[in-house]
């Protein structure tokens, strides 16, 4: 028998269902009564998921991003914070905010906004926790990897270069969009994280000039920003992004997404 939360997202989607959206609607199912375990006392490490799920996940929620507004942003916020605990193991806490939360939402009637950015929320939290739980596997070093950061306030800008130089990425920063693209035009980055509401040159367009260009139009582009809402998330994607972080963000949230973005045979259409 599915989910009560799993049946209200089934019944969101148009028929026929596309076999991704089989196939997500099982992997969901299977989500939401592990989530009820760990809620209910047991091991947090049975959260971590075959790649294989986290991928498809991301297949049937990227066309879906945007698909909601600030409204149901903070819908979903307030009831993942009425069962998220200070202090509780990170694990334990997510599994028993995601899983109070899913079969409260069940119960009301929603938007497919409200539910397409409670799968998101669900997505970033369980991605935080893998990255808590999973050992590091020498064999997927990404050290070598080169990353461009663009933010023109320095504290984060300094933050994000901190983050990702102490896990041995090779950082670049830029204080702003003029001086991402005067780099860009000297070297090519593996991946680009970019602000933005910048001065001089603002980061759909820094973003939409790297796709524009063929040395570098396979660059993935991930924003990092404050700047939230429909509207941004939109324009963000139709530039050329393949994700969209809101600020603030933790640590574990920006390794595990930067991580994904890298991983060889990523899907970043």
């Given amino acids: 028998m599915r989910h009560p939360f799993t049946a209200v997202v089934g019944r969101a989607l148009p028929r026929p269902f596309s076999r991704t959206a089989k196939r997500y609607l099982d992997v969901l199912d299977h989500r939401l009564g592990v989530l009820e375990q760990v809620a209910q006392g ?47 193991d990170g694990g334990r806490a997510s599994a028993r905010a995601l899983a109070a939360a899913a079969t409260a939402l069940a119960r009301i009637e929603l938007r497919p906004g409200t539910l397409w950015f409670f799968l998101w ?21 990404l050290m070598a990897k080169r990353i461009l950061v663009v933010d023109d306030d320095e504290n984060i800008l300094n933050l994000e270069k901190t983050i990702l130089e102490q896990k041995g990425f090779e ?17 090519v980055f593996d991946l680009v994280l970019l602000d933005v509401m910048m001065p001089e040159v603002d980061g759909f367009t820094v973003c939409r000039k790297i796709k524009e260009d063929p040395r570098l139009k396979d660059v993935p582009v991930i924003f990092l920003t404050a700047r939230g809402g429909g509207e941004a998330l939109a324009e963000g994607f139709e530039s050329g992004a393949v994700m969209y972080i809101n600020k603030p963000f933790t640590a574990n949230k920006l390794l595990t997404i930067v991580n994904a973005m890298l991983e060889p045979g990523a899907n970043l259409s």
């Fill in 42 to 88: 047991g091991d947090p490490s049975v959260l971590v998921e075959p790649e294989t799920s986290r991928t498809l996940a991301r297949r049937f929620l990227r066309p879906r991003e945007g698909e909601w507004d600030d409204g149901d942003e903070n819908l979903v916020r307030g009831y993942l914070d009425r069962w998220l605990r200070e202090g509780e």
């Fill in 121 to 141: 929320e669900m997505e970033s939290m369980l991605e935080s926790v893998a990255a808590e739980t999973e050992p590091l596997d020498p064999r997927r070093s």
């Fill in 171 to 187: 950082v670049t920063g830029a204080a702003g969009g003029a001086e991402a693209l005067r780099l860009l035009a000297d070297r």
